[in-house]
């Protein structure tokens, strides 16, 4: 009896962890949504309420954080409740880290009301609609413990990289045509950014229930596809002083 | 006697973790000034080495990963042991990433070859100086647990910031001053970011010794002095459609 209870309570235990994770994941997918809609509708009051809110995320990664600390000292977990232990603690690492960017996006889209409304948006909403499916998709997968779900969404993160690499070009054109674009534009470009490092993020997440079920790390290594740390962008006219033009 | 030899075994364990973290936060240390030596001295062949090096930090943090796991599941260590397992485990995650940044760092720096060379990366060498002092003061810190270096560290950063939100306007000027260093000078953003980050991921090395040491979390919230993402720079001479300068 005694012992049926210590195991009944240790799984509610874990079972809470899980709950808790789902909590934060849906915060930082709507953390994310919120952010994205204040940068498209230039709603700096929407802005900073994704800037207050990121707390919320910050105390639910401490929480958990606490909690397995906590079964790992009286519990002792072994072999598989260690490895949903561990990867918890790693998954609730990864989702403060989306949450960060979130906020880091809600804080330029204040800066962005500044300045005229610029159609790239459109693209950025675009790449934050993916992450955003990539995440829920990625606790479904979770909840679940569904390996193959897990790897759907390392393979969407391919999109986002290629959405970036173009929003790269693009927005590096709409600084050549006109200065007066370029501090817009920078915001848009780290903008761009965090919402590609969110995906790498959710992609470690894939990687740990990946982890989790199968026991191992995925085989195939994961294809970057982000093609931006090395794209070259020249301006179509050249100005100033023509004797350097071709060499350029 | 067996008592004892399983004591001793089980420090020795905690020691190797302790020598891994030391030797990754050395070569992470080593990978951003290297990264930095290619990006002033224009060195392409040094960028690639950095690119390849990053392959041994990560194997590195896969080791220390799971030497703890294997500790957890069979020493079930408590208290101040298990806080040194998991604030490892948290290190070397931490140094991975600076290990990511600084390859991000070479891989630019070889985009930066085919242009003009550029007097922002003595700044950005100075940020990286910086850091690299902050990696090697913490890893000391961490080896003779001494959480008032560790706070030394923490304070560093502040320093970081504030050159790198003075970098980011600089950066902006330029753009504003000729197209063609539009591409340049956005590489040069995003390695000032990266350096930026580096010095991020450090203090939260720094939080993690002082955890380490107390036994639970800084007090003083930290003192974030990056200001770049609410900086706006506009061109000093107003084109093209003269009816809009006033508004912008």
Chains 1, 2 share one sequence.
Do not use: W
Not at 155 to 166: K, P
Request: one cysteine or more; proline letters at 3%.
């Amino acid at each position: 009896m005694t012992d049926d209870h210590i195991v009944k309570s240790f799984g509610e235990e874990l079972d809470r962890i899980d709950q808790l994770i789902v909590e934060m994941g849906g915060l930082a997918e709507t953390q994310l949504a919120s952010a994205i809609r204040a940068l498209v509708r230039r709603d700096s009051d929407l802005a900073n309420d994704v800037r207050e809110g990121d707390a919320r995320i910050d105390e639910l990664e401490r929480e958990i954080n606490d909690r397995i600390v906590r079964i790992l000292a009286l519990r002792q977990p072994m072999a598989g409740d260690l490895r949903v232990a561990i990867a918890a603690l790693k998954i609730s690492n990864e989702l403060e880290r989306i949450g960060d960017y979130a906020k880091n996006v809600a804080k330029r889209s204040v800066v962005l009301v500044q300045s005229p409304a610029m159609s790239s948006t459109l693209t950025i909403s675009r790449m934050g609609t993916l992450v955003q499916s990539m995440i829920k998709n990625v606790l479904d997968a979770y909840v679940a413990r569904d390996a193959a779900a897990a790897e759907d969404v390392r393979d969407a993160d391919q999109e986002v990289d290629q959405l970036h690499t173009s929003m790269f070009r693009e927005l590096l054109t709409y600084m050549m045509e006109d200065p007066r674009n370029i501090t817009p534009c920078t915001h848009l470009l780290f903008i761009a950014k965090n919402i590609e490092r969110m995906g790498d993020h959710t992609t470690n997440i894939a990687e740990q229930v990946h982890f989790l079920v199968v026991g191992q790390d995925p085989e195939a290594a994961r294809t970057k596809r982000d093609k931006s740390s090395t794209t070259v962008v020249n301006p179509v006219l050249p100005v100033s002083t023509p004797e350097e033009a071709g060499g350029a």
